[in-house]
């Protein structure tokens, strides 16, 4: 791109004060927008973050004991309503009647973006749906800095958040997973997890989606002590199995590598079976629980290939 005379050069343009042309104002206008809040280090709440929270007629906040203590950090004082998941319905009317009467109101979490893993999605949803105006100031959020630092391919990647914390729902729900990725999907996995279930939770990512696929796990993001362990699945539940985590974690787990064929799969995977000695209907039911394909699917063309 050619520089025009004009053109201030770029280290005056970021020592500039006030915003760059062209930007939008540091503040928030009327309407709702959502504020991103560190997720740990609180030197990453950004001065737009501040300004936004400062001009606000309203916070909406999931604790306000959290964002009172950040607020007054700054010494900013403003009204906080409660806004998490239990009385997010009851909110929203009041909310949109704050907004139709043209305040101005921020909504943060306790800790990163808003929505992600957390509180909001049903009042923004409300608040287009009434064609309020909504908009955000990013920053901080866990997901994107571990997926940054796993040294995996970055894209495209699939952010999971929580899996299910019960055993069976958990497996269930990585059993999806791998059987997205048998109809093709090749994304980077990303999730949050509990310190104290990520030993088991790691080891359930081994059994459903392969012991050898390459992972990270990232801790204490942006804290003091930050970490960023990377290794296969097994590597990782192992370490975690005998070393307790603490702090709060983030798990991103690498592409699944190109496979051969479903169908190339199914056939090698019943043909195994059947040289085995297995009867027709139990090579279906094993190749069928394995693969997680229909059941009657699998049947048939193991009645064809019994045949042959
Ligand atoms: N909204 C947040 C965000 O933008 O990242 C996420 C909120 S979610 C309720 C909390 C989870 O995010 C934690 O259990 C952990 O998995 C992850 N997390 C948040 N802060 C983190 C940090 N500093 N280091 C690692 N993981 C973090």
Same mark, same amino acid.
């Given at each position: 791109?050619?520089? @025009?005379?004009?053109?201030?050069?770029?280290?005056?343009?970021? &020592?500039? #004060?006030?915003?760059?042309?062209?930007?939008?104002?540091?503040?928030?206008?009327?309407?709702?927008?959502?504020?991103?809040?560190?997720?740990?280090?609180?030197?990453? +709440?950004?001065?737009?973050? *501040?300004?936004? /929270?400062?001009?606000?007629?309203?916070?909406?906040?999931?604790?306000?004991?959290?964002?009172?203590?950040?607020?007054?950090?700054?010494?900013?004082?403003?009204?906080?309503?409660?806004?998490?998941?239990?009385?997010?319905?009851?909110?929203?009317? @009041?909310? $949109?009647?704050?907004?139709?009467?043209?305040?101005?109101?921020?909504?943060?979490?306790?800790?990163?973006?808003?929505?992600?893993?957390?509180?909001?999605? @049903? /009042?923004?949803? %409300?608040?287009?749906?009434?064609?309020?105006?909504?908009? %955000?100031?990013?920053?901080?959020?866990?997901?994107?800095?571990?997926?940054? !630092?796993?040294? #995996?391919?970055?894209?495209? =990647? $699939?952010?999971?958040? =929580?899996?299910?914390?019960?055993? %069976?729902?958990?497996?269930?729900?990585?059993?999806? !997973?791998?059987?997205?990725?048998?109809?093709?999907?090749?994304?980077? !996995?990303? =999730?949050?997890?509990?310190?104290?279930?990520?030993?088991?939770? !790691?080891?359930? +990512?081994?059994?459903? $989606?392969?012991?050898?696929?390459?992972?990270?796990?990232?801790?204490? /993001?942006?804290?003091?002590?930050?970490?960023?362990?990377?290794?296969? /699945?097994?590597?990782?539940?192992?370490?975690?199995?005998?070393?307790?985590?603490?702090?709060?974690?983030?798990?991103?787990? &690498?592409?699944?590598?190109?496979?051969?064929?479903?169908?190339?799969?199914?056939?090698?995977?019943?043909? %195994?079976?059947?040289?085995?000695?297995?009867?027709?209907?139990?090579?279906?039911?094993?190749?069928?629980?394995?693969?997680?394909?229909?059941?009657?699917?699998?049947?048939?063309?193991? *009645?064809?290939?019994?045949?042959?």
């Amino acid at each position: 791109m050619t520089e @025009r005379a004009s053109d201030p050069p770029d280290e005056l343009v970021a &020592g500039r #004060l006030g915003p760059p042309p062209g930007a939008a104002p540091s503040g928030n206008a009327t309407g709702l927008t959502l504020v991103a809040t560190p997720i740990g280090n609180l030197g990453d +709440l950004s001065p737009r973050a *501040l300004t936004a /929270l400062r001009e606000a007629d309203a916070v909406l906040c999931e604790d306000s004991r959290v964002t009172g203590a950040m607020l007054s950090r700054h010494g900013v004082s403003v009204t906080l309503i409660p806004l998490h998941e239990h009385n997010e319905d009851a909110q929203i009317p @009041r909310v $949109l009647a704050r907004l139709a009467a043209g305040e101005r109101v921020a909504l943060v979490s306790d800790a990163g973006t808003p929505l992600v893993s957390d509180p909001g999605y @049903r /009042l923004v949803r %409300a608040a287009i749906a009434a064609g309020l105006k909504v908009t %955000a100031v990013p920053g901080p959020n866990a997901a994107v800095m571990a997926l940054t !630092l796993s040294g #995996l391919p970055p894209h495209p =990647f $699939l952010f999971h958040g =929580f899996l299910p914390a019960k055993a %069976a729902a958990r497996a269930a729900e990585i059993g999806r !997973l791998r059987a997205a990725e048998r109809a093709g999907l090749r994304a980077a !996995l990303i =999730f949050y997890e509990a310190p104290h279930r990520l030993a088991e939770m !790691l080891a359930a +990512l081994a059994e459903g $989606l392969g012991a050898d696929r390459p992972a990270a796990v990232a801790r204490e /993001l942006t804290k003091r002590f930050e970490e960023v362990r990377r290794g296969s /699945l097994a590597e990782l539940a192992g370490w975690y199995g005998r070393e307790a985590a603490r702090g709060e974690v983030v798990v991103v787990v &690498g592409p699944a590598a190109e496979e051969a064929a479903p169908e190339e799969e199914l056939e090698a995977r019943l043909r %195994a079976a059947l040289e085995a000695g297995m009867s027709v209907r139990d090579a279906a039911a094993t190749v069928a629980e394995a693969t997680g394909l229909p059941r009657k699917q699998v049947y048939a063309r193991a *009645l064809e290939m019994g045949k042959g």
